[in-house]
């Protein structure tokens, strides 16, 4: 059974910064991409990062380029998104995401993670 789960999140202050975690079992993690999601109250859930499995190529939002950081480790199964410069509108549930390596697709995701940035 294949799980995501992820950590990290909580409150913090505009200008500051959370590392969120995306912990995965059940799977080769090594020959998945993954992505972080978010979605806001009353929005829909939109792309915030992405590292490929292999050569760890990584693309992200416009709005956070330059303040977040995605990032994995294979030998812990575990991918992570560094957030610095944290910003009010940065607000909301954060979504990890697996997709296989030889498709563009998200095949598993995890449960969230609130980030609630305060201004």
């Known amino acids: 059974q294949v799980q995501l789960v992820e950590s990290g999140g909580g409150l913090v202050q505009a200008g500051g910064s959370l590392r969120l975690s995306c912990a995965a079992s059940?799977?080769?993690?090594?020959?998945?991409?993954v992505g972080w999601f978010r979605q806001a109250p009353g929005k829909e859930r939109e792309f915030v990062a992405r590292i490929a499995w292999s050569d760890g190529i990584t693309s992200y939002k416009d709005s956070v380029k330059g303040r977040f950081t995605i990032s994995r480790d294979n030998a812990k199964n575990t991918a992570y998104l560094q957030m610095n410069s944290l910003k009010p509108e940065d607000t909301a549930v954060y979504y990890c995401?697996?997709?296989?390596?030889?498709?563009?697709?998200?095949?598993?995701w995890g449960q969230g993670t609130q980030v609630t940035v305060s201004s």
């Open positions: 995401a697996a997709g296989q390596y030889y498709s563009s697709r998200y095949d598993y």
């Open positions: 059940g799977l080769t993690f090594s020959t998945y991409n």
